[in-house]
């Protein structure tokens, strides 16, 4: 995918034009919302040797943001993505626009980073539905039998988690393991539970859809196949896993 292509395709899916804010960089474009005014792509050329490549010749490259940090840290392992160039690393990054990068996979990060920096209403009203891992820890919830009697129980709500989302239960030690595929079926059902580190002010509901055997998804799986090293709160997964865990 090259700049023209972007725009074009910019153009045509978020109905937005390139502005060209700079005078002494007057090739540098910015996407803007046309609500909250926030960035959400900036194409620009900088000299190979800059992004750490080979050669002094100028690429084209485009600057988008990713809010999970761990999908961040997995994907800037890519060939043709980076941390962002002039920009906040933690939260952008930098795509090479020289073919480096499928046309494909262009698209979905600059979907990905308009839905990131869109506002709270659009947000609400465009994202599609999403895949989480969220963590269940044994000491504070019997997980193991949660689904003995019922195909849906009340859980504790994951920020940014939303109705129609899938979410994949890991169960902490000694288990260790993605045990569940469930569906979101309501969500912000208000409810207040603090007892030492744990903190709960809104529930949701989700369905059982699938069951893993306990020695499929591991953390050693995760860790060494997905690089997955840590389940802390909830997560967007890899495509890998993704298809892995709906096969």
Same mark, same amino acid.
């Given at each position: #995918? ?11 899916? =978020?109905?937005?034009?390139? &502005?060209?804010?700079? %005078? $002494? ?18 194409? *620009? ?28 840290? #997995?994907?800037?392992? &890519? ?7 002039? *920009? ?24 990905? +980073?308009? *839905?990131? $920096? ?8 465009? %994202? ?12 504070? =919830? ?19 988690? %939303? ?12 288990? +260790?393991?993605?045990? =569940?595929?469930?569906?979101?079926? &309501? ?5 207040? =539970? ?9 529930? *949701? ?5 699938? %069951? ?5 998804? $591991?953390? &050693? ?22 298809e892995a865990l709906n096969r």
């Open positions: #995918m090259d700049r023209q292509t972007v725009f074009e395709y910019i153009k045509k899916k =978020y109905k937005t034009l390139p &502005e060209y804010p700079w %005078r $002494t960089y007057d090739s540098n474009a910015v996407f803007r919302h046309d609500d909250n005014k926030k960035w959400f792509a900036l194409v *620009m050329d900088v000299q190979r040797d800059k992004l750490g490549l080979p050669g002094t010749d100028l690429v084209d490259v485009i600057n988008l943001k990713v809010d999970d940090l761990f999908f961040r840290d #997995m994907i800037i392992q &890519e060939d043709g993505i980076m941390p962002a160039w002039h *920009m906040n690393k933690m939260h952008w990054i930098t795509v090479l626009l020289d073919g480096t990068v499928p046309d494909e996979k262009v698209k979905e990060l600059i979907d990905m +980073s308009f *839905m990131a $920096t869109a506002s709270a209403k659009k947000k609400q009203k465009i %994202r599609p539905p999403k895949e989480w891992i969220i963590p269940s820890n044994p000491k504070y =919830y019997d997980i193991i039998h949660a689904f003995d009697d019922e195909n849906v129980i009340n859980w504790k709500q994951g920020a940014g988690i %939303r109705k129609g989302d899938t979410v994949f239960l890991y169960v902490g030690a000694p288990v +260790s393991a993605v045990l =569940y595929k469930c569906r979101v079926t &309501e969500t912000g059902i208000p409810y207040q =539970y603090q007892d030492g580190k744990l903190t709960i002010s809104a529930l *949701m509901k989700i369905k059982l859809q699938k %069951r893993y055997s306990p020695d499929q998804f $591991t953390f &050693e799986v995760l860790k060494s196949e997905y690089r997955i090293f840590a389940v802390r709160g909830p997560r967007g997964i890899p495509d890998s896993l993704s």
